[in-house]
């Protein structure tokens, strides 16, 4: 009897899918490296395999094949070993956060082989794969229906049964929003982190009041998964009976998904502040040593919070929702022009689906944002819902009090203050970009439009006399 599905790579994410997948009915054939690894998952009851042959040999054809090792190199090198013993119209899976292009390149190259390829971001860590991630495949269109029964059986499920996997696109597609999923947990994140300080440098709340607060906030439009552990590692305390999260130090790691969600956007001209101002405080939090001895020269003071502190909270609370709507909105816009660019048809109700379990942003505001792709799938931007949109006149007051109390105070809130001032540029019909582009035209004729001409018209102005009449090329960069 051979076994529907292979899965090499048996670290905890590895081993935790394979025992998600025997759980639903699935026989499932193990490889590792390492062969303790693979004993321990043949003493569970799993087909243990001892070299990739012997892994090709137990499966039923067509072959699929997951891998859930390290991104970059070890998966190109894994594939390589792979095309040795696999025959054509065989599949590969790769479960990592591989970078999209990476994933378009392998997805090219094994259908020119003869094989298919998917690849899937999966999101939840060692919980989510064992009891039900969230999962974003794409790749080869044929390769779906050879796993969907499998990855719809192992993935997370909402409220109302729906499953929180489906297919993504071609190529990088699965890849691509897995991405923006990371960049966007990359600032939900920072926006609760910022609170976080507010709240104990600002108000000099102890853990256990911003403990409350939290959970607090877990029961409103905030509900996720993000804001209910944040609940948890504040109430946490160690064998001393001391909060832990206090004895962290603020050094914060990082692997590369938010930066990646960073040069996409500036690949594609989207102005992706928030997620891109989250990575840079993570850089920031690296430099522990240089900030030690920064503020030992400055000596700033951050100065305490003296009104009324229950109206603060709650403004606090509304800030952070509105900075989370523009994360989003920034992230939706970010895999639209990137659709257009890579010819993906990708369903952004369904995206929104597929975080709403399973993943770590998963949250019940997901539900809004598939509701208004739901109503019009051509929206250009979840600022231009009618939900979103009074939602943001509601929290907006609340939002510009607590950046500016923050500024003022000496507390650092680079997502927060980011949030708003895109949302303030995005919703200001005149910028000073005219300036701006006069300013290039002065000193490199790169020409500018007028708004008494039509769009793409372009002229030059000779600034000084000596100039001369001649433009630049214009082009986009």
């Known amino acids: 009897m051979k076994n529907d599905i292979g899965m090499i790579g048996l670290g905890v994410m590895g081993s935790n899918l394979a025992k998600n997948m025997k759980s639903k009915g699935f026989s499932v054939s193990v490889f590792d490296k390492d062969a303790e690894r693979t004993a321990r998952m043949a003493a569970e009851g799993f087909t243990g395999c001892a070299s990739l042959e012997e892994l090709k040999d137990s499966l039923v054809r067509p072959r699929k094949v997951f891998l859930m090792v390290w991104a970059g190199k070890p998966v190109d090198d894994l594939i390589e070993e792979l095309l040795t013993v696999l025959e054509p119209g065989d599949l590969i899976i790769d479960g990592g956060n591989s970078h999209f292009p990476d994933t ?25 794969a064992l009891k039900g991630p969230s999962m974003m495949p794409g790749g080869s269109p044929a390769a779906w229906p050879l796993v969907k029964p499998i990855f719809q059986a192992i993935c997370a499920k909402t409220e109302d049964g729906s499953h ?46 911003m403990h409350e607060i939290f959970a607090a906030w877990n029961e409103t439009e905030l509900k996720s998964y993000l804001i209910e552990i944040t609940a948890d590692i504040l109430g946490y305390k160690d ?36 997620i891109t101002e989250a990575v840079f405080a993570r850089c920031l939090s690296s ?13 700033r003071k951050i100065k305490k919070f003296t009104g009324d502190r229950k109206a603060f909270i709650e403004a606090l609370r509304k800030a952070l929702y509105a900075a989370k709507i523009v994360s989003y909105a920034q992230g939706y816009t970010l895999m639209r022009s990137a ?35 739901d109503k019009d799938p051509q929206l250009t931007n979840l600022l231009m819902d009618s939900y979103f949109e009074q939602t943001m006149k509601d929290l907006e007051d609340a939002w ?20 708003l001032s895109w949302f303030d540029g995005y919703t200001t019909e005149n910028l000073p970009a005219n300036l701006l582009q006069a300013q290039r035209d002065y000193f490199g004729a790169h020409t500018y439009e007028r708004i008494d001409a039509p769009r793409g018209e372009h002229f030059h102005t000779n600034w000084t006399g000596e100039g001369g009449d001649i433009a630049s090329t214009v082009y986009s960069a």
Not at 181 to 189: A, L
Not at 245 to 273: F, S, Y
Not at 287 to 299: C, F, L, N, P
């Open 339 to 373: 659709a257009n660019t890579y010819g993906w048809n990708l369903n952004y109700g369904g995206i929104a689906l597929m975080w709403r379990g399973g993943c770590i942003i998963r949250s019940v505001f997901l539900g809004k944002i598939k509701e208004a792709f």
């Open 400 to 419: 510009r009090e607590v950046v500016a109390y923050a500024v003022t105070a000496g507390i650092p809130v680079p997502a927060l203050s980011s949030a």
């Open 287 to 299: 430099q522990k040593d240089e900030r030690v001895a920064a503020a030992a020269r400055y000596g």
């Open 164 to 209: 929180c996997c489906d297919w993504v696109g071609e190529n990088g597609a699965g890849h691509f929003v897995k991405m923006v999923h990371n960049g966007i947990e990359y600032g939900d994140m920072q926006l609760i982190c910022e609170v976080y300080q507010i709240l104990r440098d600002g108000l000099g709340l102890s853990s256990q009041e």
């Open 104 to 128: 378009t390149r392998r997805t090219e190259y094994l259908e020119s082989k003869g094989l298919l390829y998917i690849g899937t971001g999966v999101s939840g860590g060692e919980e989510g």
């Open 239 to 274: 064998a001393n009976g001391e909060v832990t999260v206090e004895h962290i130090l603020d050094r914060a790691g990082q692997k590369g998904t938010g930066k990646w969600t960073g040069i996409a956007a500036l690949d594609e001209a989207v102005p992706l502040t928030l």
